[in-house]
């Protein structure tokens, strides 16, 4: 059985730092991309990092750079945002994402964390 356990959401103030986790289990975890996603209300669900399997590249949204950083564990089958610097516009429920590129495209999604940035 697949499961992405988001954890780590919450309510902080602007300028405040928060550690998402994302615990993962049911499939082959190092070889798969991970990335986390931001859905914002009344918004789309938008790409904020990503990092490919073994941990060499990263991606990041332009509003996050500088202030985001993902990493992966492959031993602990867990991927991280550390967020800095937050913002009130970083609000929204941030998702775990897991994605695998071969002949068939395989992806799973976690129940979401709330992140919250507000004074």
């Known amino acids: 059985q697949v499961q992405l356990v988001e954890s780590g959401g919450g309510l902080v103030q602007p300028g405040g730092s928060l550690r998402l986790s994302c615990a993962a289990s049911?499939?082959?975890?190092?070889?798969?991309?991970m990335s986390w996603y931001r859905q914002a209300p009344g918004k789309e669900r938008e790409l904020v990092a990503r990092i490919r399997s073994l941990g060499s590249s990263t991606d990041y949204t332009d509003s996050v750079k500088g202030r985001f950083t993902i990493s992966r564990d492959n031993a602990k089958n867990t991927v991280y945002l550390q967020m800095n610097n937050l913002k009130p516009e970083d609000t929204g429920v941030y998702y775990c994402?897991?994605?695998?590129?071969?002949?068939?495209?395989?992806?799973?999604w976690g129940q979401g964390t709330q992140v919250t940035v507000s004074s």
């Open positions: 049911g499939f082959i975890f190092s070889t798969y991309l």
């Open positions: 994402n897991a994605e695998y590129r071969g002949i068939l495209t395989t992806v799973y």
